[in-house]
Every structure is written in C-alpha cells, then in structure tokens.
C-alpha cells in the first residue's frame, strides 16, 4: 500500500488516501456537497472537515454544490480544479451514465465554465473554490448521482471513456484514484410512513454474471416489522425481508444477469403502522458481482468481501470471489 501525493477528494469521513484503500465503499463523499449557498466556504467548509454536512438536492429547483480536498503531498503546494458530473440513481455506476452531464460553476455573464478552481494549499492543508456548482435539477423527482472528479496541477489525470467491461478494470478505477469520488446518497427530513426508489441497472460487463443485491441498515435500526423489499422482474428478483432486531440478518437475493442487460431495481421501505424512521438511521442497496479470481489482479483482492457474513457462502464456487461495485443510500437527518 502506498499514500496518494496529491489532492484527495474523499470516498468517505475516514478515507485517509491510502492506496488501496483497505476497503472502500465510493458512493457516500463527504466531500462532494450539495448545501444552501454559504458566505465564506474556505472557512465553514474547512471548520467542518470531519463532518458530513451534505443536504438533499432538490428537483426542480437551482442547487448549489460545493467540493473540498485535502493536499497530501508532504513536500509541495498543489492545486487545481474540480468537476462534477451528474447520472440517474444507479447501483452500478460505470462510465458513460455520467461522462458527457457536467454540472456547471455559478458564473456571472452567461459564460459557462465547468471548472472549480482549488487554490493551491500547502501539505496537509485543504482547499475549497469559492465559487460553487450550480445545478438546475430535472424535476422528475429521480434521486440523481453526483460523480466529483479532481484534476490536481502536480499530475497529468485522464478519464476513462467507455464503460470497463472487466470487474478487474472497474474494481481498479474505484480504488485507485484517491482523486474521483461519488455522492449517491437521499437525504429525508421529516419521518414518512414509506420509501420507495427506483435506481437504473446496468450489466456493462463483457459476460454474464451473478450479482447479488443486499439491503443494509445502518446508524441505528428501523421498527420491528418494517418490510423491505427489492424488486427487478426482467431479472427475476422480488424479495420481501421482515425486520426482527432481535434476530437480524442479511437482507440479500441474487441474479443471474446477461451481458449489456439495462433495467431498474426498487427498494421500497414500508413502516409499521405509527413506526418512525429514527433520525441517523441509513438504508442502503448495494449491488455485489462474483468474479473468477484467475480474472483479478492479485493487489485488486484485498476489496473481495467475505460471503460468509453475507450468509452467501454455500452460494459462491471457491474459484469466485465477491466485490461490491454500488450502493445507494437514504438517511434521515431530522
């Protein structure tokens, strides 16, 4: 493992730019932040670092979004610029969903510029632009992705542009560019009775494959007797959970899906009657592929995750390993 040396744009609170991480989950960026417009953002931005401060985009209307990142060089100043790129709600985010929808920066003149300049900071040191992106989101009331990219001016930094058609490519551009981070996460602000979301679903690959799907609890629990659900007829998923916090467990199911299959998975999270959705209390869905390890980069294995806590073991061959490859999320916060 080795310290990324250049502006880090964080996948999440505790990513410190090792590379690779030692596990990843790159949909959550604390640093790609869709906020009300803010006077000062060097200072309320750097005062907040090691907060997740990030507010709802809201469809049909201007949004405002900001980015921060971290120098990790330890020698030098170092600068450069941002750009955000927007995509449908997806559980696996490749390449060309996003590639050509650039975010502009606010801008005075009618100029358009996609460019957030980050002035150059010293190690250690964390630069914000002033200026932030300025969004008019459709207002088809789809939960959108946001994709932050930096560009810092010690480094020559390409992005890809086609789909990776490999898990071993795909699993690579996640966890090794400490500099491209996602925000794929729905902020709720009030307790609602039920949830549902529709999120594309893609299998760019150049095979089919197995993927499994989970829905994941997290910062707390949901009521007993909550029902989740998942739902993809084309690939023949359709599975309710019943949440019991007394004997919990993996919510998960699985599909064989071809190669360039296109559709949509639902999550849907119904309470029980009078039920609340505690404050802090995340649910995500997240997509997993199943992968020859003859096909993986040996340094790319460190990410497989243990079937065995997924309760997926007697699912997956011992020549296979599984690697999570998105997620969506949706959180309260008051």
Request: include cysteine.
């Amino acid at each position: 493992m080795s310290t990324w040396n250049s502006l880090l744009l964080r996948d999440v609170l505790s990513d410190d730019g090792t590379v690779p991480p030692p596990n990843y989950n790159y949909c959550f960026s604390p640093d790609i932040i869709p906020h009300t417009q803010v006077a000062d953002p060097q200072t309320f931005f750097k005062n907040n670092y090691g907060s997740e401060v990030g507010q709802s985009l809201n469809a049909g209307q201007f949004n405002y979004l900001y980015t921060r990142v971290k120098n990790l060089n330890t020698d030098s100043n170092v600068g450069g610029y941002t750009n955000l790129f927007y995509m449908p709600s997806s559980i696996f985010i490749n390449v060309t969903q996003w590639l050509n929808n650039k975010i502009p920066v606010l801008s005075s003149g009618g100029a358009v510029n996609y460019n957030a300049s980050c002035p150059s900071v010293g190690p250690g040191e964390i630069s914000i632009p002033e200026t932030p992106f300025y969004w008019d989101t459709p207002s088809d009331h789809q939960h959108y992705c946001i994709v932050g990219v930096c560009f810092p001016d010690n480094m020559q930094f390409q992005l890809p542009t086609s789909d990776f058609t490999t898990v071993n490519d795909f699993v690579r551009w996640c966890t090794h560019n400490p500099n491209v981070s996602y925000r794929n996460l729905q902020i709720l602000y009030s307790n609602i009775p039920s949830y549902a979301r529709l999120d594309t679903f893609d299998n760019t690959f150049s095979s089919q494959k197995t993927f499994f799907f989970e829905i994941k609890i997290t910062g707390g629990q949901l009521p007993d007797n909550t029902v989740l659900n998942l739902k993809c007829d084309a690939i023949n998923v359709n599975k309710s959970f019943t949440v019991n916090n007394a004997t919990p467990v993996p919510f998960t199911d699985s599909a064989f899906v071809p190669a360039g299959f296109t559709g949509a998975m639902q999550t849907s999270v119904t309470l029980p009657p009078g039920g609340t959705w505690p404050i802090g209390v995340k649910v995500e869905t997240i997509s997993y592929v199943t992968e020859l390890m003859a096909n993986m980069d040996e340094e790319l294995m460190v990410h497989a995750y243990n079937p065995e806590a997924l309760r997926l073991d007697n699912q997956i061959k011992d020549t296979h390993q599984l690697y999570r490859i998105g997620s969506v999320g949706v959180e309260r916060k008051s």
